[in-house]
Nanobody, 118 residues
Framework: QVQLVESGGGLVQAGGSLRLSCALS????????MGWYRQAPGKQRELVAT???????NFADSVKGRFTISGDNAKATVYLQMNSLKPEDTAVYYC????????????WGQGTQVTVSS
């Protein structure tokens, strides 16, 4: 059974940093793309950043220059380094993995809360 285990969320002051991790397990196939989405209260879930197995990255305009995403294919783990955090970054962050050898729909983690205080 494919599982995504997220860690690293928490409470931080504005201007601070956090690092999220997402570990993929239960798949004999490597991911095609992994990434992070977030959902703030009363808002739709939105893309934060993604990375392909080949290392191509994509970022939401709102986080460009502040967030970086990296992956360790051997560990099947993706990291989201979040710097210069703002209160508007407060949300539940969800890890997402696309494994086309298994399914056309992506797998989702349970989410980790990130709260940025002003």
């Amino acid at each position: 059974q494919v599982q995504l285990v997220e860690s690293g969320g928490g409470l931080v002051q504005a201007g601070g940093s956090l690092r999220l991790s997402c570990a993929l397990s239960g798949s004999i196939f490597s991911f095609n793309r992994m990434g992070w989405y977030r959902q703030a209260p009363g808002k739709q879930r939105e893309l934060v950043a993604t990375i392909t197995s080949g290392g191509t990255t994509n970022f939401a305009d709102s986080v460009k220059g502040r967030f970086t995403i990296s992956g360790d294919n051997a560990k099947a783990t993706v990291y989201l380094q979040m710097n210069s955090l703002k209160p508007e970054d407060t949300a539940v962050y969800y890890c997402n993995a696309l494994i086309l050898a298994l399914a056309v729909d992506p797998y989702w983690g349970q989410g980790t809360q990130v709260t940025v205080s002003s």
